[in-house]
Structures are given as C-alpha cells and as structure tokens.
C-alpha cells in the first residue's frame, strides 16, 4: 500500500479542501468537523496518528491511484503536459494556509486538481458549472502555489469525466485570506467552536 502523509498535514493547517466548509458551502463537511479535525490533530499523539494512517492506508491508496489516472486521463483530453508535485506548499505570508497539488502543467504558471468523486457530486456538476467549494479550493490553491490558472478534473461516479478551467480572482483570494485568518486566529489558536 501506498503511504501518504498529505492527509497528516493538512490537518495541522488549512488546505484549499477545508475553505468551502469553512464557509459553509461545502454539503459532505461543516465548519464545526474542520473545527474538531484541527483540535484532534494538535491533542494527537504520534502513535494515535500512526495507528490513524495505518487504519485509512486503503482509501489513501485508491485515492492516489484514481488521482493518477483523472491526470493520464486529463493530459490526453487537454494535450496539456503534467507533472506531479511531490511537496505539500505552505504560503509565504500565513504558515497555516498549506497546498496539496496534484499536478503543474508542463510550460505554463498552471495547476491542476484531481477529483475522484462519487455519483452523488453530479448534481452539482449539472449545467457544467463546477461546484462553488471547487472554485475556492482552487483560488486557495492558486494563492499558495502562485500559479496563473487552475484546471480542476474530476471522475464521477466511475462515469463521466470532466474538466474545467478556473482563472485566478485576487478579490476572491483576498476574502480567503482573510476568512481563513479569521478561522486560525480567533478560533483554532483560542481553541474556541466557531458560530454556526
């Protein structure tokens, strides 16, 4: 089995997939469980944390898996050159705010995010929008990582493929930032619940 300490990390931060809940978007995670994921990650021992990635080894391997094939599977749709990226990333300004991207594409200031992702999630793919907990995931991702753009693919319900192009918004950063401040510094940091 394939091991991976992203899951591990972005516990002891937050990463572009906790600002949709942290908003309030997200319909699978609330405010409250990004709440209590970064409490129990700081009160974890090692080997509580050893025990923890042992006992989700599975789903971390079918994960990376699937993430490796949305990425051959984007590469051949968009012609578009990728490359992995071996490193979680951490913003040069706020220390909490952490990035795990897939892939850059080759040649250009771009991202990509890989998507495995339930039958459930096409409704909100319907229209060919991406969902709103994407886009920011995406504007966070682009904040850390510098990039220009991001492609987001995804596989749904072992179905459909698709992918989408997201430009980078500074106004949408900027509210980030600052949501996310708000988060680790009144909330995580003080040890106090956020408001529902």
Known sequence: ??????????????????????????KNKTI????????????????DMEAEN????????????????ISQEF??????KVRKENKQLVDEEHDYMVADV????????????CKPENAFIIREWNGGDLPARYILEAQHCMRISKADKCYIAAIIGGKKFAYKKVARDEKVIDMIVEIEKDFWVNNILNRIPPKA
């Open 1 to 26: 089995m394939m091991k991976n300490n992203g899951v591990r990390e972005r516990k002891n931060g937050i990463d572009g997939i906790d600002i949709g809940a942290i908003m309030g978007i997200n």
């Open 54 to 69: 042992n006992s989700n080894s599975e789903a971390v391997y079918w994960n990376l898996t699937l993430k490796e094939i």
């Open 32 to 47: 409250h469980q990004i709440y209590l994921d970064k409490m129990n990650y700081i009160e974890k021992t090692k080997i």
């Open 102 to 113: 897939d892939r850059r594409i080759v040649g250009e200031n771009t991202i990509l995010l």
């Open 75 to 80: 590469s051949l749709r968009s012609s578009k």
